[in-house]
């Protein structure tokens, strides 16, 4: 089965699924070197669905909101971090980003979620993905569940009842996440909002 | 006052989140949280989140001195009560142990705060929360935030098989935003009714 979906045949725009196994989610990778970016996607490919981008114009017309992670080369050419973080938590696209680097970042300074110096072996990439692709799900499935909530503040009768069974399932999707969660990382996954000005 | 718990978690006594409605600073108020910190008698530890009130004036409020168990307030600063009347609120003893977060601190600082101590707490015993308010922390930030905020932080009380009551001022908030916020909680006690109703 072929998983990959690159940039310039964008065959399918997947239908969202709500419940959503890591096979359908999708991760975005961007190495400037594209031998580098191969690799990764072929590791990740067994889990993720993977999408190439070997240039900056293909990784940003790529970042939509059913990339949940994105993997990007922070020394591409015209693929500043700004950019991306300006289509990122913008609109719908809200996904987490790991930076491909040659040496370790201060998180806490630059405007990543993540980062993974290379060569970056494969167990330390499909956990870190794993991670991020859990914080994804936890933030967007919580965005769900806040305006489901809003919603049924004013809903009535039947429709009340339909939001009631949708915030269920819900709050069961968010538990299952949260338990993978150690200490208070849920919060950091929930509220983190990346500085743009940082960058 | 009896407080009916959720369907699901009928081997408990008591549902782990409770919403409190109450109208405004009132005795009323103060009376169902010394009773939901301290009614089981079983609950060793207390923690209180104080935003509006000073440590002292919520101790004053809500402690039971005949309580044995350890106390610890989070003291979350408003740019109004700031450190130094903090410290000056603080001259004269008390049993409890304070930690002030500053007026800048943000959700994901504040989560991290009342985590690390709800955490202590509650590997040395049972322990009961009052969040003390709903109200002062939609001053802080916007409603899809704090209500992400509370539904990580219900789950992480739930998960250290504590207790925890959060005060609202129904007066003050549009009746939706009420309604919106209900469902992250076991149960809905409302005081302006005395009304006690299952979420």
Known sequence: MNTDNTTGGKATAPNRSRDDTAATRVVLV??????????????????YTVRSAYDSADALASLDPDVSVALLDTEMAGLSPRRVLERVRTGSVDCQVAALTDEALDLDASAFDEYLVKPVAPDHLVETVDRLSRRATYRTTLEEYYQTASERATAAGDRKERLDDRLAELDEQLDDVFVSFEGSEAYDAALRELDVDSC | MSTTPDEDRGSTEMPSNVLLLAPSIGEQGDEVCRELLHGTGQRHHRLIVTCMESPRQRLAACADHEHAGEVTVVDVE???RSAVAASADSAGPTDAVVEHAPAETDL???????DRHLTRLS???E??????SVTALLQRA???????FLEVLTSTVERADAVAHYHVN????????VR?????????VDLRTANVADE
């Not at chain 1, 031998?35 to 067994?46: E, F, G, Q, S």
């Not at chain 2, 916007?142 to 992400?148: G, L, S």
């Not at chain 2, 003050?172 to 935003?177: A, I, K, L, R």
């Open chain 2, 78 to 80: 408003t740019a109004a």
């Open chain 2, 123 to 125: 590997a040395e015993g």
């Open chain 2, 142 to 148: 916007d409603e899809p935030a704090v209500f992400k």
């Open chain 1, 30 to 47: 961007a190495d400037r070197d594209p031998t580098v970016t191969d690799d990764i996607a072929a590791v990740l490919r067994d889990s």
């Open chain 2, 108 to 114: 994901v600082g504040l989560g991290d705060v009342i």
């Open chain 2, 127 to 132: 322990t009961a929360v009052c969040f003390h």
């Open chain 2, 170 to 177: 129904p007066d003050v908030h549009d009746p939706e935003t």
């Open chain 2, 180 to 188: 919106t916020f209900e469902v992250l909680f076991d149960s809905v």
